[in-house]
């Protein structure tokens, strides 16, 4: 009876070191996904080149694709605009696994917020999602760049499934129709823990 208590026992543990094992070896195999960075023709390429490498400064697998056309079913011709839903829809069906595509642009783009059919953005990213849009159509002369650079890594944390953050010193903050990217200084504590264990590096927590 004895040996059939510590038999079972034996066991027991076995399965349970062989579950955590297996449950180890799949956090291991979990690979850190690529950001892709999408330029459209209208776009400089000093643009491309800033808001990248400000990309690597926190996540260092970014890559650039060659700049392509807008595909024609995202433009809006009755207010000469792109609409970004669209822009995103085409950018995810050309998305594999492991990657996340940011598309960047100098044109207008746009979507529907609430009962306002055409409604201009920044950019726009789904929550969570395969890709995500920025626009320096509406960013101030100075400083666009660096604010170019915020709108991108907000719509990538929509990717990376980062809600709108209260702070407002945070990269996350609901632009609310304004544009206050000159207010941001970084992600806030909260929104860097779920980055960091999405495998983004920063260099204080």
């Known amino acids: 009876m004895k040996n059939n208590k510590y038999c079972f026992i034996l066991l027991f543990l076995t399965f349970i070191f062989s579950c955590s094992e297996k449950q180890q070896k799949t ?9 892709l960075v999408q ?11 800033f808001v990248t490498n400000e990309l690597k400064k926190v996540y260092p697998n970014v890559k650039i694709l060659e700049s392509i056309d807008f595909p024609q079913n995202t433009y809006y011709k009755d207010r000469n ?5 669209s822009i995103i829809k085409f950018l995810s069906k050309n998305t594999k696994e492991g990657f996340v ?14 009962k306002i059919k055409d409604f201009g953005v920044m950019g726009l990213g789904f ?9 320096s159509f509406r960013l101030n002369k100075q400083n666009s760049n660096e604010q170019f650079f915020k709108i991108a890594i ?7 499934g980062l809600k709108h953050c209260s702070q407002k010193t945070c990269f ?25 264990n999405k495998n983004w590096k920063f260099n204080s927590i």
């Open 101 to 114: 595509t940011i598309g960047l642009t100098s044109k207008d783009i746009s979507t529907t917020k609430g």
């Open 172 to 196: 996350m903050r609901d632009a609310e129709g304004k544009n206050p990217t000159d207010e941001e200084i970084d992600f806030c504590k909260k929104c860097k823990a779920v980055l960091i």
């Open 27 to 35: 956090i291991k195999e979990e690979k850190p996904i690529t950001i």
């Open 81 to 85: 605009r792109y609409r970004a839903d």
């Open 127 to 135: 929550r969570p999602g395969k890709a995500c849009v920025a626009s």
């Open 154 to 160: 907000h719509e990538l944390g929509h990717t990376q």
């Open 39 to 49: 330029p459209f023709e209208d776009l400089q390429s000093e643009k491309v080149e």
